[in-house]
């Protein structure tokens, strides 16, 4: 029993390493100054200090970003504000924002 | 070649070629100058966003007559009810002391385009590498026959926010029981195209509850407007028999108005009103016009840049442009001010330019709780801003997602102040 639980540790460890080795498909091609140009054009709606209405994004993981990006560009998330810009965005781009909110102090 | 080294010709070529490389205004030691006119949704946007992201590199002035800055949009919201007065007003204190934007109170009074100098109230002169109008508009007060400047305290137009939206509220509350309210809308194209049918709600919203036996009719210059449907389910819903919408074609075009009879003749009738809003025809703000960067009423611009086509060191932001496809709004104007301040701090540091990307989004309420939304991103064609994709609410959806519309207008509201004013 302690040898398969054992087995499934290391299994699991090399299964994270791996993917820590690997670079996230979601991220590639990020450009941090692209993604901070982008920003502007949230920067109209989000603000750090408070969720009130919409929610703050300063400092989410990026592939926390990049995932709810394209599950509005994808119309799989509700909200025609988030489907329309999401919708606009390519994968640099998505990749590029990603990086650059997840900078941001909280 | 013969007295030159061959060392001493390289340093030469080098600083030759570093010279040619460098744009003309930063080969001195001075700092490229930027001044915005104009300290609204385009003016202080553009003036944050060049300061903030050349990290001092720019010295940018901004020049608003304004200490206090009333925003328009929320303007309606204050005239409802649903806003105190203090709570659409913003300070410039941070623009300078967060980011060192030399703010300056006072009126743009010409520009000297091939000086590049700006000549301000005082007497003074500012003088510039870029220059930034984003001077909102003018009110045509000779569109309509019988208004005036001093008509407008009778029939406010309160289409600038500030005191003369207290002085419609204020009238509206006032009103005699049982009283008619008259709205003239603005021909297009204007400032905020959904606002005076928000600003018909927020007066029914009150009307409702203070003085229910009043009548709301708007007589319009157009035949249709922006979320119409939505405003006018909106309106029977909240409002049964309250508001009475006259278009063009029906009283046949408003002949005059009478701010002393409060009345207003069109070909059909006259209507007598106790409390009249009259919003006439709009041009872009008097700086633009005598920067001569205007075409018509508008300055017409380059898309991927928001330059003016009549002048590359010139930009007009906002209202004042012919933004295309892109509504007058202070989203809009937020929008075209970062794709501008990009491409500026680009041309006078030599840091990158992305391609041009827009968007805007109006919110409106209807009611309590009932928020309506329209929505568009646009790119840079050509010759104009083109739409890429947009969106509508729907007459159909029910009362949660309204107020949940609303809330997010009150989440862009402290959004759009933040990256105004911060």
């Known amino acids: 029993m302690v040898n398969i639980v054992f087995k499934f540790f290391i299994a699991i460890s090399c299964l994270l390493i791996f993917r820590g080795l690997l670079a996230e498909p979601l991220l590639d091609g990020a450009d941090f100054d692209y993604g901070e140009y982008l920003s502007g054009q949230c920067l109209t709606c989000h603000r750090n200090s408070s969720d009130e209405g919409i929610p703050a994004i300063n400092g989410a993981e990026a592939l926390y970003i990049a995932k709810k990006l394209i599950l509005y560009k994808n119309k799989e998330l509700e909200n025609e504000v988030m489907q329309l810009v999401a919708g606009a965005l390519d994968e640099e781009q998505i990749a590029s924002l990603a990086i650059y909110f997840n900078s941001l102090e909280k | 070649m013969n007295n030159l080294s061959r060392r001493s010709f390289v340093s030469f070529a080098l600083a030759s070629t570093s010279l040619l490389a460098m744009p003309a205004i930063s080969t001195g030691s001075a700092r490229p100058k930027v001044v915005v006119v104009g300290g609204g949704a385009g003016g202080a946007t553009a003036a944050r966003y060049i300061a903030k992201d050349s990290k001092g590199a720019i010295d940018v002035t901004l020049i608003e007559a304004s200490k206090h800055y009333y925003t328009c949009f929320y303007s309606n919201l204050y005239l409802g009810g649903f806003r105190d ?169 408003i002949k005059n108005v009478n701010p002393e009879t409060m009345e207003i003749e069109t070909d059909l009738d006259t209507f007598k009103a106790d409390v009249a809003c009259v919003v006439p025809a709009q041009r872009a703000g008097a700086i633009a016009m005598n920067a001569g960067v205007t075409d018509g009423d508008w300055s017409p611009i380059v898309p991927a840049s928001m330059q003016t086509k009549a002048d590359g060191n010139i930009y007009v932001l906002g209202d004042a442009s012919v933004a295309s496809a892109m509504p007058k709004s202070g989203f809009s104007a937020n929008s075209q001010a970062k794709v501008a301040a990009n491409h500026i701090r680009g041309e006078l540091t030599d840091s990158r330019v992305f391609p041009a990307k827009f968007s805007n989004t109006c919110w409106s309420l209807v009611a309590t709780n009932d928020g309506i939304k329209v929505g568009a991103n646009y790119k840079a064609g050509e010759e104009k801003i083109e739409v890429v994709d947009k969106f509508v609410s729907k007459t159909d959806e029910g009362n949660a997602k309204r107020k949940k519309t609303y809330e997010e207008s009150i989440g862009w509201y402290n959004g759009i102040t933040t990256d105004m004013f911060s």
Request: aromatic content about 8%; hydrophobic content about 35%; overall charge positive.
């Open chain 2, 85 to 253: 007065y203090d709570s659409i007003g913003h300070s410039y204190d941070n623009l300078s002391a967060n980011h060192g934007v030399n703010v300056v109170h006072d009126w743009a009074i010409s520009v000297d385009s091939s000086a590049r100098k700006v000549r301000l109230g005082s007497g003074a002169t500012v003088s510039y590498d870029r220059l930034v109008l984003s001077p909102g508009i003018d009110i045509k007060y000779d569109s309509i026959d019988g208004y005036s400047v001093e008509a407008q305290t009778k029939m406010p137009h309160a289409w600038k926010s500030g005191t003369q939206v207290k002085v419609l509220r204020d009238q509206v509350l006032n009103m005699p029981k049982g009283g008619t309210f008259a709205m003239v809308p603005p021909p297009n194209p204007y400032r905020c195209p959904p606002g005076p049918y928000e600003r018909i709600s927020m007066v029914a919203h009150i009307l409702k509850e203070k003085n229910p036996t009043a009548k709301i009719v708007v007589i319009d210059p157009k035949n249709k407007f922006s979320k119409q449907g939505l405003f006018m389910a909106g309106w029977e819903k909240h409002y049964p028999g309250m508001v009475e919408w006259i278009d063009n074609d029906t009283h046949g075009g």
